[in-house]
């Protein structure tokens, strides 16, 4: 995982659009999530699972629309997850630290860490453990 936004609020959902989710420019900032980037999104109203691409909405809007055939799967307020995804070897991974953006009910950012699994775990990877 290279970046997240934990528990967004859908603000819209567009079926007329050709496609992706529309995100404000501060969550992908946060996140490390880039225009364009194949994104996963994780409806935990609905249970549905999709993969679109991450377009550029207003800044400071709180912007979170599904477009296109999604608007299906996820409608507004539902809560989402959205992820990207990195390829890398072993050795990267194990220095890896992932964005995690957190959000309040409008979209606004909470808090944010870096880091997970092995880039947490000093000790563990001192003691050689895997």
């Known amino acids: 995982m290279g970046g997240k936004i934990h528990r967004a609020t859908v603000t819209d959902a567009n079926?007329?659009?050709?496609g992706s989710i529309t995100l404000d420019p501060d969550l992908l900032e946060a996140s490390g999530i880039?225009?364009?980037?194949?994104?996963?999104v994780l409806d935990a109203t609905n249970g549905a699972r999709l993969e679109t691409y991450a377009i550029q909405g207003?800044?400071?809007s709180g912007e979170v629309c599904i477009n296109g055939a999604a608007a299906?799967?996820?409608n507004r307020g539902d809560i989402v997850i959205i992820i990207?995804?990195?390829q890398m070897g072993e050795e990267a991974a194990r220095a890896a630290a992932p964005r995690h953006v957190y959000v309040d009910n409008r979209n606004?950012?909470?808090?944010t860490s870096f880091g997970d699994?092995?880039?947490h775990?000093?000790?563990r990877q001192a003691a050689g453990i895997r």
């Not at 880039?34 to 996963?40: F, N, S």
Request: charged residues 30%; glycine residues 6%.
């Open 15 to 18: 079926l007329d659009y050709e």
């Open 34 to 40: 880039l225009p364009y980037e194949k994104v996963h």
């Open 58 to 60: 207003r800044r400071g």
């Open 72 to 74: 299906h799967l996820v």
């Open 84 to 86: 990207a995804y990195q």
């Open 108 to 111: 606004r950012i909470t808090r």
């Open 117 to 119: 699994g092995f880039a």
């Open 121 to 123: 775990n000093d000790a």
